[in-house]
């Protein structure tokens, strides 16, 4: 590297800004592929990130919601299967517990500084196809709850005693620092911010209010939100026909 020519009298290279940005409003899509009995669900809510010192509530507040959708999803309303939580408490818990047969809920954030600011929470599971319509809508319905009532005391303390053990593991981890450092420099954070002292200040000050106020703020499903759906192949038969697929369609919004 050090022998290949510079001309640093060129400015650097900068991106383009091409104005491609998430969809407004509810978007649904079905397609077929495979053979199995199975059908795989994500739901993606992601628009403009208003404020950078949101980042950490929206984590907090996707933990929680991880754990109602896996309590909700598998046990009572059965279908989902294996949760994948990242790390995500309500939605796994619903999805889990209530409706049952659900495999693998996922529930994440991510988030992106260029071209503009903006946040993702997704949400994404396998279940049994005739299952897709009631556990999407179980989903809605853990996000309505903590956007109205906010969480539980019981289930902030999880998520807090978690971040707490995260903390006291992943200090003593060169990967935090190396992430964390890469993450400043992407996003001109403060550095303090890494320090055990400063997170767990953070830890300490979350509150009920501060998350039910954030799942108000950015998981609004119905301003933007895009809902894809895999179906068995098997099923597609029927949706050659237009009346059952309009149906199908319907059924998911």
């Given at each position: ?30 397609f077929n592929k495979g053979k199995d ?162 997170v767990r200040e953070r830890i300490e ?49």
């Open positions: 590297m050090a022998s290949l020519p510079s001309d640093k009298s060129k400015p650097a290279e900068q991106g383009k800004d091409l104005g491609i940005r998430a969809p407004k409003g509810k978007i649904v899509e079905s009995p199975k059908s795989q669900v994500m739901i993606a809510i992601t628009d403009e990130l208003k404020n950078d010192e949101d980042v950490y509530l929206i984590r907090s507040a996707t933990e929680l919601l991880g754990i109602k959708i896996t309590e909700n999803l598998r046990e009572d309303k059965a279908g989902v299967y294996s949760p994948r939580v990242s790390p995500s408490i309500k939605i796994t818990e619903n999805l889990r517990e209530d409706k049952a047969g659900v495999y693998s809920p996922r529930v994440s954030p991510s988030f992106k500084k260029e071209p503009n600011k903006t946040y993702s929470m997704t949400v994404s599971f396998t279940c049994a196809p005739e299952n897709v319509k009631k556990l999407v809508d179980a989903v809605y319905e853990e996000i309505d709850k903590l956007a109205k009532k906010g969480p539980s005391k019981e289930d902030l303390d999880k998520v807090k005693e978690g971040q707490r053990r995260d903390i006291e593991k992943n200090s003593k981890e060169n990967f935090y620092w190396s992430a964390g450092l890469r993450r400043i420099y992407y996003d001109g954070s403060k550095p303090e911010g890494l320090l055990e002292a400063k000050k979350l509150s009920a209010k501060d998350i039910q106020k954030t799942s108000k703020k950015y998981f609004d499903y119905k301003k933007t939100s895009i809902v894809v759906s895999m179906m068995p192949e098997k099923i597609e038969e029927k949706a050659t026909d237009k009346k059952h697929q309009a149906k199908m369609m319907e059924v998911l919004r």
